[in-house]
């Protein structure tokens, strides 16, 4: 039997740090939205059924229109008005994807604003997934970090060697995520991604290898690199 994977993308944020005028999940990334390079990574793939795109309320005419449309995005299920915060947002998509009552065996979350991934990792996530409940895409840290003071003086240096910089996709079981979530919002506690909510909740979290290419553009920088990526490697990464 397939596994019925839907994914979540939030897309809601404002993008203050990018300093521009639309938020950074429409700005162009070569000829088309960075978040319809990242959709359309998932709608190419077999393991994925369904997509749900998470958006401001003022975006979802022009996300029907001028991306999933526009880009053929069958997949994209539904799109659904996002919240304050991203865990909000993703919270929103959850529900949604649980009122459909299809059984989905496995929810994927990733970033709107990060288009490199690979369908190795989709796999490899779904996989590891399966057999552990929660996983999520990661990459060891290769500069030396620091801890630094409020007046900006370096307190310790931090070993590196146990130290992974966490990505997207993260990938769990519909029922370890839920009661994750479930189990935030009743407490009113916010983490700093979804599989501190698992780790939170007792759950344990396994990591896969990602990619250094996997960027989340953030910044005017990372569009650049984004571009470069873009050109040199044809999302083969």
């Known amino acids: 039997m397939k596994i019925k994977v839907s994914v979540l993308i939030p897309a809601a944020g404002s993008g203050r740090r990018m300093g521009g005028e639309i938020e950074k999940q429409f700005m162009i990334l070569g000829d088309r939205p960075i978040v319809a390079h990242t959709l359309q990574r998932f709608q190419a793939s077999d393991l994925i ?9 003022g975006r979802v005419e022009y996300c029907r229109e001028e991306v999933v449309i526009k880009y053929g995005l069958s997949k994209v299920t539904d799109i ?14 959850l529900k949604r994807v649980n009122a459909d ?15 490199f991934f690979s369908e190795r990792m989709i796999c490899e996530s779904i ?8 996983v999520v895409v990661a990459v060891p840290e290769k500069d030396t970090i620091k801890e630094i003071s409020d007046d900006m003086l ?17 990938t769990f079981c ?26 939170r909740a007792g759950w344990q979290v396994r990591v896969i290898l990602g990619s250094y290419l996997n960027i989340k553009i953030t910044d005017p920088e990372d569009l650049l690199l984004g ?8 999302f083969i990464v």
Not at 80 to 93: A, H, L, N, P
Not at 101 to 115: C, K, W
Not at 127 to 134: K, T, V
Not at 179 to 188: H, L
């Open 80 to 93: 659904v008005i996002g919240g304050k915060e991203r865990q909000d947002s993703v919270y929103y998509g």
């Open 227 to 234: 571009e470069m990526i873009l050109k040199r490697f044809n």
């Open 154 to 170: 370096v307190c310790k240096t931090i070993s590196r060697e146990s130290l992974w910089r966490i990505q997207t996709p993260q």
């Open 49 to 57: 059924e369904k997509i749900y795109l998470i958006v401001p309320e």
């Open 174 to 199: 519909q029922g370890i995520i839920t009661s994750a979530f479930q189990r935030a919002v009743e407490e009113g506690y916010y983490g700093t991604d979804e599989s501190s909510l698992v780790e």
């Open 101 to 115: 009552g299809d059984n989905t065996d496995l929810i994927m979350i990733h970033d709107s604003v990060r288009p």
């Open 127 to 134: 996989e590891s997934a399966q057999r552990y409940g929660s």
